[in-house]
């Protein structure tokens, strides 16, 4: 059970909201968020209600001033509650559209995509087992995209801009 709590000033100030679960419009519990505190579990945030828009992961910790440190701005509309995995992990990576091309595996992180594969453009991708977080560049740096279990025929189907992806990690809580 995951527990995130929304504050509209920093420092933990003013009116806060408490969510344990998926919420797919926030709009009409706040009008801003200024800081956050995740007590337990893991959760994503958008800036779009319908779980749409820039994705901010949150683990457990306090955001006194989530905007300066994430680089976001103070509308939240959307939270997405990271279900706890036991067991394996497993993600394939294809190099085009619909599963198709060469594939590359993972059943465990990878900070640089490039080293390991030759390759940093994917075109869809198989969550077979676990939760996964996909960044733009190696080393966990930049944009990034949640990925549950399922099938992604598309980089527009995670969020992604463009198919250029550097590192990917597997979500779990410590």
């Given at each position: 059970?995951?527990?995130?709590?929304?504050?509209?000033?920093?420092?933990?100030?003013?009116?806060?909201?408490?969510?344990?679960?998926?919420c797919?419009?926030?709009?009409?519990?706040?009008?801003?968020?200024?800081?956050?505190?995740?007590?337990?579990?893991?959760?994503?945030?958008?800036?779009?209600?319908?779980?749409?828009?820039?994705?901010?992961?949150?683990?457990?910790?306090?955001?006194?001033?989530?905007?300066?440190?994430?680089?976001m701005?103070?509308?939240v509309?959307?939270c997405?509650?990271?279900?706890?995995h036991?067991?394996?992990?497993?993600?394939?990576?294809?190099?085009?559209?619909?599963?198709?091309?060469?594939?590359?595996?993972?059943?465990?992180?990878?900070?640089?995509?490039?080293?390991?594969?030759?390759?940093?453009?994917?075109?869809?991708?198989?969550?077979?087992?676990?939760?996964?977080?996909?960044?733009?560049?190696?080393?966990?740096?930049?944009?990034?995209?949640y990925?549950?279990?399922?099938?992604?025929?598309?980089?527009?189907?995670?969020?992604?801009?463009?198919?250029?992806?550097?590192?990917i990690?597997?979500?779990?809580?410590?």
């Amino acid at each position: 059970m995951g527990k995130i709590i929304f504050y509209e000033d920093r420092d933990f100030g003013g009116q806060h909201y408490e969510c344990m679960s998926d919420c797919n419009d926030l709009h009409s519990m706040f009008d801003r968020c200024r800081s956050i505190r995740v007590e337990s579990g893991m959760f994503m945030i958008y800036d779009r209600p319908g779980f749409m828009g820039t994705q901010y992961y949150m683990k457990r910790g306090e955001y006194s001033d989530y905007m300066g440190t994430a680089g976001m701005n103070d509308c939240v509309r959307s939270c997405r509650m990271i279900p706890m995995h036991s067991g394996d992990y497993k993600m394939r990576l294809y190099e085009h559209f619909d599963m198709g091309g060469q594939m590359m595996e993972l059943t465990d992180n990878c900070p640089n995509l490039m080293d390991r594969f030759h390759k940093s453009n994917f075109n869809s991708c198989n969550v077979m087992d676990g939760h996964w977080l996909m960044h733009e560049q190696a080393n966990y740096k930049g944009r990034h995209y949640y990925l549950r279990p399922g099938q992604y025929k598309s980089f527009n189907e995670w969020s992604g801009s463009n198919s250029r992806i550097g590192s990917i990690r597997r979500l779990m809580d410590l």
